[in-house]
């Protein structure tokens, strides 16, 4: 039985690993991942450093962890940056590690959930990002999270609606697979400085998402049968 206190702990020491070298890891582009049998994929794409059109970009600290804890908590497979991440410009050019790891799991028909990290001025705990042409089971995930954080400042849409074209949300729904995004302010995944929020984050999502999970896969196996 997990706790909000043992998942924040697992966070710091699982963040250690991807901080290593001030977030730039061992080498160029790597990444690491894991398959599991469930429903979602969860994506940190800035988990370490990387490059930007041009500039160096900073790592969403945490937001590694985050999706390497829930998916092992929930049984989901998950996929993180483990070092600088190499600069591009266009999906259909990249052939790096993480292009390829994230073509490999969306064919094998899996509901992707790309976590990155928001500055905490905005005043918001967790933006949803569902773009510009949400499908009724993208708006049902929102509705879901909103319920699920109740008592969190939670806003689906707005100014971080992940529209962008470089956005893994943008990218997995143009291979036809359903796609939201969530950005966290530091009080939903900084286990140093919110341990409390941060640590109870990983246990309602994780439950969000096993739940979740065991209702998709039987309503797919139902239409199968």
Do not use: C
Not at 91 to 108: C, Q, S, V, Y
Not at 177 to 194: T, W
Request: net charge negative; charged share 25%.
């Amino acid at each position: 039985m997990f706790t909000g206190m043992d998942l924040t702990r697992d966070l710091r020491m699982l963040e250690a690993s991807f901080s290593r070298n001030f977030y730039n890891g061992d080498a160029l582009d790597a990444v690491r991942h894991s398959k599991a049998d469930g429903y979602f994929l969860l994506t940190a794409p800035h988990a370490t450093n990387r490059w930007m059109d041009g500039r160096r970009k900073f790592a969403d600290q945490y937001t590694g962890a985050m999706v390497q804890l829930l998916g092992a908590t929930a049984d989901q497979s998950w996929l993180a940056t483990d070092g600088v991440s190499s600069d591009w410009t266009y999906w259909d050019e990249r052939n790096d590690p993480f292009k390829l790891a994230l073509d490999d799991m969306l064919d094998e028909g899996r509901y992707l959930v790309n976590i990155v990290g928001v500055s905490a001025r905005y005043g918001v705990d967790i933006y949803v990002g569902l773009g510009n042409d949400p499908r009724e089971e993208e708006l049902e995930m929102a509705e879901l999270i909103e319920d699920t954080f109740g008592d969190f400042n939670v806003v689906t849409g707005g100014q971080f609606n992940a529209v962008s074209p470089k956005s893994v949300r943008t990218y997995a729904r143009s291979t036809g697979s359903g796609a939201i995004q969530l950005e966290l302010a530091p009080s939903m995944r900084d286990a140093l400085e919110h341990p409390d929020t941060a640590g109870e984050f990983v246990l309602r999502f994780a439950e969000l998402l096993s739940t979740r999970s065991s209702r998709s896969m039987a309503k797919a196996e139902a239409v199968l049968v």
